[in-house]
């Protein structure tokens, strides 16, 4: 009996822990994401002023180079574009992609769906660097945010599992 209800004990304290880190895991995944979109928009500046491929192409192209969080955004919507435009697509592959980015982060990238496709490439690429300087701004946010509760998250997982062992026993 002392041996199932040790075992449940630290089946508890192990599983509040990992909850606390997976909170935490979240913080550092958003920067990675906020990061590898910044790279992937460069990415897509550079070939849309050198290279002039559609606009399609290059977001497969992207879709390759690029994390799974984000090559989705990229990959549906290029899939998308087949049916409407360049701005609807990324608008709608935005709002249903499942990454560790916040809301106002989508909606700072969701600016981009105004001139993708409808403008000179000089406009176009104005507009990504504008996106780019806020992403830089939200990547410096979720780095603050990250160095302030990742630790935070990782203790309360531990300690809130030492509290119930605690009142359990």
């Known amino acids: 009996m002392i041996l199932i209800k040790g075992s449940i004990l630290c089946l508890i304290l192990i599983s509040s822990t990992f909850i606390g880190i997976l909170i935490a895991k979240s913080y550092?995944?958003?920067v990675s994401d906020l990061e590898e979109m910044k790279n992937a928009l460069n990415i897509l500046k550079?070939?849309?002023?050198?290279?002039y491929e559609p606009i399609p192409d290059i977001f497969r192209q992207i879709s390759q180079n690029t994390k799974s969080s984000i090559s989705g955004i990229f990959l549906d919507a290029s899939q998308k574009m087949k049916?409407?435009?360049a701005g609807e697509a990324w608008q709608d592959a935005l709002n249903s992609s499942k990454t560790y980015m916040k809301e106002e982060d989508i909606n700072i990238l969701n600016g981009?769906?105004?001139l993708l496709g409808k403008t000179d490439i000089d406009g176009q690429i104005s507009e990504i660097e504008l996106a780019n300087s806020f992403l830089d701004r939200q990547i410096h946010k979720a780095i603050k945010e990250q160095e302030k509760n990742e630790k935070l998250y990782k203790t309360l997982g531990m300690i809130t599992g030492l509290a119930i062992v605690i009142i359990l026993m």
């Open 28 to 30: 550092k995944n958003r």
């Open 83 to 85: 049916n409407t435009s």
């Open 112 to 114: 981009l769906h105004k």
């Open 46 to 51: 550079t070939k849309m002023k050198f290279t």
